[in-house]
């Protein structure tokens, strides 16, 4: 194969170059019929090829044409089976694995601090999680993955597990050992689903930690568009045959998938997939060496720490992606929330995301020093302003309730009949909402468990120090949403 061929954007720039005369959706007739101000924006490249699955295009629900072909570029270029392109995100490319191994009952071992959709996916195949507590890094504030010995545990006590699921990198870049982690959930016939929204890159480059299918996974939802330079929304789903079959994932993703797929975002991961694969590890070397310098330099600034390498060598810190600059503010005696809006109304710097301790800024192929200078010169300044300011805040550290018990499982509870009760009433009853902290993003409550007396002081301290809690109805959490229980009729 001829990873400088793009099939997909090739034949979608060839049909709209015969400019066919269209009695198809989508309605603007390229362009000619959208809202004007729009269409200069956007321009008439974007909207000629804002086209649907008409024969000469193929269809991703049955790709057998220009699109199968991209697919199995993409699979070639990430060392899969079968590669999925997925119009909904990792998002749904991570609902797509959940169900692909799940059905009502089934147990599945994943992670406490999972990404929603996870959830979501737990929710409606109805099976049953199994949680590991993901490892607490008290001076970042922030939570890693899951170590080996917690995955052997977790297999030992279910070994009738239908999935392993694992979150790696994660988004702070951090990785585990996650080739050992499959071998031992391969030794249970167990297969391994990858939560990679933080890692499309890493498949391309020898220094970065290895990817998905690099370690043998059975499954990896991967961010084409976070970090491999896709558009926003398009993603893929790597497949390795075995204990997975990539029929089976088909009808899945399909039947999560809407009819109406957009040709601009699957181009746009047809491209992503050339440039990586035939440009990938020169830019992504760029992109590591303006990191690293980055890095140094904020390291310089007094009160100012940006973790490196220093921070690996733990069971949950294998190895890392030192294009993620996590970001400590926590000397300056303030929060990554109010550095993340010193930045934008000082320097219109965005950040990635803030949490208690830090702002984590990523560096990608996209980058150059222009940019970094910035951010090191707003720094500088934000260490110099806050040090003669000299405001002293209490440092608040980053802890977690234990996980409670499961009582329902999570769609039951989602679909059982609910009451909301004052919150001291709550005690002992199944809880039918979610409730969250961040950081360190780890649910204290999912629908279905027992709730307890440690989990509501926990997210009640936390509101408390103004951390926000999300998740329930009611956000001042006078109250919770719980499982109707029925007195028996005397
Ligand atoms: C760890 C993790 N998994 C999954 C997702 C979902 O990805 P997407 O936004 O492409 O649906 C995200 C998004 O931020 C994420 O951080």
Redesign the pocket.
């Known amino acids: 194969m001829n990873q400088n061929e793009t099939p997909l954007f090739t034949g979608l720039l060839e049909h709209a170059k015969k400019n066919p005369i269209q009695f198809h959706i989508p309605g603007h007739k390229k362009g000619t019929g959208i809202d004007p101000e729009f269409r200069e924006f956007i321009g008439n490249n974007a909207l000629s090829i804002d086209l649907i699955n008409i024969g000469p295009l193929d269809d991703l629900h049955h790709p057998h044409g220009i699109i199968q072909k991209a697919q199995k570029l993409a699979a070639e270029a990430f060392g899969a089976d079968h590669t999925f392109f997925s119009v909904q995100?990792?998002?749904g490319a991570?609902m797509t694995m959940i169900m692909s191994v799940c059905k009502p009952g089934d147990k599945i071992i994943v992670p406490r601090n999972v990404?929603k959709?996870i959830m979501s996916a737990i929710i409606f195949s109805g099976a049953t999680p199994i949680f590991i507590h993901p490892v607490i890094d008290k001076n970042l504030g922030i939570s890693h993955g899951i170590t080996t010995d917690a995955v052997r545990k977790a297999l030992k006590a279910h070994p009738d597990a239908k999935g392993l699921l694992v979150?790696n990198p994660t988004?702070f870049g951090i990785a585990a050992n996650l080739k050992e982690i499959v071998d031992i959930a391969h030794s249970y016939n167990v297969p391994v689903l990858v939560?990679e929204?933080?890692g499309v890159h890493i498949h391309f480059h020898e220094d970065l930690p290895m990817s998905a299918m690099q370690a043998g996974a059975d499954m990896a939802a991967t961010?084409v568009?976070k970090l491999g330079g896709s558009m926003t929304q398009s993603?893929i789903l790597n497949v390795k045959e075995g204990l997975i079959s990539a029929k089976h994932v088909q009808t899945i993703i399909s039947m999560l998938t809407t009819t109406s797929t957009s040709y601009i975002l699957l181009a746009s991961l047809d491209c992503a997939r050339r440039q990586l694969a035939t440009r990938g590890k020169e830019l992504i070397d760029k992109a590591i060496r303006l990191a690293e310098s980055t890095r140094k330099q904020i390291n310089e600034i007094p009160y100012l720490y940006c973790a490196g390498k220093e921070i690996l060598g733990t069971k949950a810190t294998y190895d890392y992606d030192p294009t993620k600059l996590i970001i400590s503010v926590k000397d300056l005696g303030m929060t990554g929330y109010e550095a993340e809006i010193w930045l934008r109304e000082n320097y219109n710097i965005e950040v990635e995301l803030s949490d208690l301790y830090n702002i984590l800024c990523i560096i990608t192929i996209g980058d150059t020093e222009r940019e970094t200078e910035i951010l090191v010169k707003a720094l500088r300044d934000l260490s110099e302003s806050r040090r003669s300011s000299s405001k002293e805040t209490k440092a608040i550290e980053v802890h977690v309730p234990a996980i409670p018990r499961l009582a329902l499982s999570p769609r039951d509870a989602f679909y059982a009949e609910t009451e909301v009760v004052p919150i001291e009433e709550s005690i002992g009853r199944i809880s039918a909402e979610f409730i969250m902290v961040y950081p360190p993003g780890i649910p204290i409550l999912i629908p279905g468990e027992i709730i307890t007396k440690e989990n509501i002081d926990y997210a009640k301290e936390n509101l408390e120090v103004g951390l926000p809690v999300q998740g329930p109805e009611d956000e001042s959490l006078n109250h919770l949403r719980v499982i109707k229980e029925f007195s028996p009729i005397k």
Do not use: L
């Open positions: 995100g990792t998002s991570i990404h959709s979150i988004y939560d929204a933080h961010s568009h993603s």
